[in-house]
């Protein structure tokens, strides 16, 4: 995919998914401005890539932040052709009594920092643009005490189909929705937490990453208000007490 001299925006671009979305598209040609608040990886990241990669060090919840942010993407670039929203945390929930103060920051970064971005940006969008909306299969299936982030990931879903209505004909909205990606947060992993799922490994940033770059492409010119989930079938497998291999213990 060539996307030569394209302007693309990465929220949380300095490391794991949102890294490997960086990179694919520097290898194909775009220029690309990311905003996070790792300052150390970030940094790397830009002395390894140069000039056409650019950096903005700030936390998008803050909404001074977010509007100096595109301040500077517009001076230099005049227009945009890709945002991908990728950037996300999780303060876990309930039974770990997250506070309101912390359930409203994984909001306002997973869900109203993408849609300040987007309404920003609407009116300087090139022809043919796009933006890709990072959800997650925690947006429809969960594990205990994960409210905060499965509810940013739920808006952020919801919120994909209602931009591809409102900017019809200007932009075409997509999400993805990753399980299981080895960003490397989980240490080493086991035997079985590869054949566990039906493709036999577990997910990495380029799996996500190269979707991404397919939804921003021509080749998707048909798609949007979609969501694409990626989790190596995980999602679709039946799990009963004896089967398989698999075993509840309460």
Not at 82 to 104: E, M, P, Q, T
Not at 202 to 228: Q, R
Request: hydrophobic share 40%.
């Amino acid at each position: 995919m060539d996307f030569n001299n394209k302007v693309c925006i990465v929220t949380g671009g300095a490391n794991g998914i949102g890294r490997a979305i960086v990179e694919q598209f520097l290898q194909n040609g775009a220029n690309v401005i990311f905003i996070d608040i790792d300052n150390e990886a970030a940094e790397k990241l830009v002395a390894k890539h140069g000039e056409k990669l650019t950096y903005f060090s700030g936390d998008i919840t803050n909404e001074e932040i977010i509007t100096n942010f595109v301040k500077m993407v517009l001076k230099r670039f005049k227009h945009v052709d890709y945002l991908i929203n990728n950037a996300c945390v999780s303060r876990n929930g309930i039974l770990s009594k997250c506070s309101y103060d912390d359930f409203n920051y994984v909001l306002k970064l997973g869900v109203t920092a993408p849609y300040l971005l987007t309404m920003l940006l609407q009116d300087y969008f090139n022809s043919d643009a796009a933006i890709v909306n990072i959800s997650s299969s925690r947006a429809t299936m969960s594990q205990k005490d994960t409210e905060s982030y499965s509810a940013a990931k739920g808006g952020i879903s919801a919120l994909t189909h209602a931009l591809s209505i409102s900017l019809a004909g200007k932009v075409r909205v997509n999400s993805i929705s990753p399980g299981w990606i080895d960003t490397g947060a989980f240490g080493e992993l086991s035997r079985e937490d590869h054949l566990q799922h039906p493709v036999r490994r577990v997910g990495t940033p380029l799996d996500i990453a190269k979707m991404v770059l397919y939804l921003c492409s021509d080749a998707s010119s048909f798609i949007t208000g979609e969501n694409i989930t990626i989790d190596g079938g995980m999602s679709k497998q039946m799990i009963y007490h004896g089967e398989h291999g698999w075993s509840y213990t309460s």
